[in-house]
Every structure is written in structure tokens, then in C-alpha cells.
């Protein structure tokens, strides 16, 4: 009858309503991580060309200078995190 036609269709609609739901869901959760990927990236970039110029600093300094090494190892510490 009528109303259990109209029942069925609130309940498929209800369904489609879900997965709907469940779908946006996962997409936005797919983007958060593809921005925390490309955000990690960007920063990764930078900090290996800091951490490069730092051991070269460290390879080529002439005299020993204790200020510089703590400077270099505070760096690397940083670096690392």
C-alpha cells in the first residue's frame, strides 16, 4: 500500500543519506591528510637544507669553538624533532 511504499522510500533515503555522510566523512578526513603530508614536506624541505649547511659549517670550521658546536647541536636537536 501507499504508506509502506512511502516508508520504504524514507528508509532508502535515510540510507543513501548516511553513506552520503560516511563518504563526505572520509574525504575530508582524506584531505586533512594529504595537507598534513604536503605541510610536512614543505617543512622537511627547509630543515634538511639547514641541517646540510650546519654540518658543513661544522666540517670546514677551522678552530675549535665551543659557542658554534652548542649553536650546531641545539640545531640538530631542533631539526630532529
Avoid at 622537511?44 to 670550521?61: D, F, H, Q, V
Wanted: hydrophobic residues 35%.
Amino acid at each position: 500500500d501507499e504508506m509502506t511504499n512511502s516508508l520504504k522510500r524514507l528508509i532508502n533515503t535515510e540510507r543513501q543519506l548516511a553513506e552520503a555522510n560516511t563518504r563526505v566523512k572520509y574525504e575530508r578526513l582524506s584531505a586533512i591528510g594529504e595537507l598534513a603530508a604536503s605541510l610536512a614536506h614543505d617543512l622537511k624541505n627547509p630543515l634538511g637544507t639547514i641541517k646540510s649547511s650546519a654540518e658543513i659549517l661544522r666540517r670546514t670550521k677551522k678552530e675549535s669553538d665551543p659557542e658554534l658546536d652548542h649553536v650546531l647541536a641545539r640545531m640538530d636537536r631542533a631539526i630532529e624533532r
